[in-house]
């Protein structure tokens, strides 16, 4: 068995994948490998994490895990993105990370970490938000705003679908939440109206064929409903 290396040497490699890492956006953005990982550690770092005893030792760790990540994101999204793909919770802690962390933080410009990323890598970071449930967090929309300045020019980014039966009778209770929460509604109520176009029904000529209808709710709800409900992600053409 080789030896472990010391803590100078491990943050010298730590160093090194990081910097391997931003160098790999520039050239050729997030690979699949990247999205598979990152699917299950945003949740980690951006969802209110619960049903952890407070006086765990458990929850003392991921509480400064989670806050370095933190102090890294708020010096540089670019700069986060990187770490937390290459350096794991648990080496984030570590005194060899401490050592990569205080360096990091020295730095007078961070610009030499910066690339871009694609209209499809924004999709990825969209979807995963509203699939995990923290897409409503001040953490991850402040990181797609800097990372994704200018939106896409289409109207509708993400569609879901495919809800279970069993299910059905709850979700349009959530909806109803939705629609007297929404903006609309909120408008509407302040004008005085005494009815809503929350609702659209559209209705086809041909009577064997379902009608439908569009339902105006509140978005931060509608996300949520997709987290819960884990509806299916439809691919936009």
Not at 152 to 163: K, M, T
Request: with cysteine; proline share 4%; aromatic share 10%.
């Amino acid at each position: 068995m080789p030896p472990s290396l010391n803590a100078g040497d491990r943050a010298q490699q730590l160093s090194q994948q990081i910097n391997n890492k931003i160098t790999q956006f520039q050239l050729q953005g997030l690979t699949f490998e990247d999205q598979e990982l990152l699917r299950a550690r945003l949740p980690y770092v951006w969802r209110p994490h619960e049903n952890i005893p407070a006086a765990s030792a458990t929850k003392s760790r991921q509480s400064r895990s989670r806050y370095i990540y933190g102090m890294i994101q708020d010096t540089s999204n670019h700069l986060f993105l990187a770490v937390v793909l290459v350096v794991p919770p648990t080496v984030c802690i570590s005194p060899a990370f401490q050592l990569v962390l205080n360096s990091l933080m020295s730095l007078e410009t961070y610009v030499t970490f910066q690339f871009q990323l694609n209209a499809k890598a924004q999709r990825f970071f969209e979807s995963t938000a509203a699939e995990q449930g923290f897409a409503t967090e001040r953490r991850y929309l402040s990181f797609m705003k800097s990372m994704f300045s200018a939106p896409e020019a289409r109207q509708i980014q993400l569609a879901y679908s495919l809800v279970a039966r069993d299910s059905i009778e709850i979700f349009m209770n959530e909806m109803l939440q939705g629609v007297v929460t929404s903006e609309q509604w909120a408008k509407e109520g302040a004008q005085g109206g005494d009815t809503t176009g929350c609702v659209t029904i559209f209705i086809p000529s041909n009577q064997h064929q379902d009608a439908s209808c569009t339902i105006r709710v509140n978005r931060d709800r509608l996300v949520h409903s997709i987290h819960k409900f884990n509806m299916t992600k439809l691919k936009l053409e």
